[in-house]
């Protein structure tokens, strides 16, 4: 099977970047009981898919990092209020 968005793919891709170990490391310490992100992935599946994962994650972030463009798709986030939080702002 082909990769696709590889180094060779890329000639422009230079420079200081992320190591597959890098990348592996992360996701082994992602914490499988934290609530999935905006992709719906949960953790579990990003810890134990990591060798998997780790190539292809590997391949977009040292892209976006030599071509300094962050895909759209990494840019959105969820942020909930943890109910703690809004009482004792509330209370003051």
Same mark, same amino acid.
């Given at each position: 099977?082909?990769?696709? $968005?590889?180094?060779?793919?890329?000639?422009?891709?230079?420079?200081?970047?992320?190591?597959? +170990?890098? =990348?592996?490391?992360?996701?082994?310490? #992602? $914490?499988? &009981?934290? +609530?999935?992100?905006?992709? !719906?992935?949960?953790?579990? #599946?990003?810890?134990?898919?990591?060798?998997?994962?780790?190539?292809v994650? /590997?391949?977009?972030? !040292?892209?976006?990092?030599?071509?300094?463009?962050?895909?759209?798709?990494?840019?959105?986030? /969820?942020?909930?209020p &943890? +109910?703690?939080? #809004?009482?004792? =702002?509330l209370?003051?």
């Open positions: 099977m082909e990769r696709c $968005n590889s180094e060779e793919d890329h000639p422009s891709f230079r420079g200081p970047g992320l190591t597959k +170990a890098d =990348v592996r490391k992360t996701l082994c310490r #992602v $914490n499988p &009981r934290k +609530a999935a992100g905006p992709d !719906n992935i949960p953790g579990r #599946v990003l810890r134990e898919c990591a060798e998997q994962l780790m190539d994650f /590997t391949d977009i972030f !040292n892209i976006s990092l030599s071509s300094a463009i962050i895909p759209t798709c990494l840019k959105t986030t /969820t942020i909930t &943890r +109910a703690e939080e #809004v009482s004792s =702002v209370s003051q």
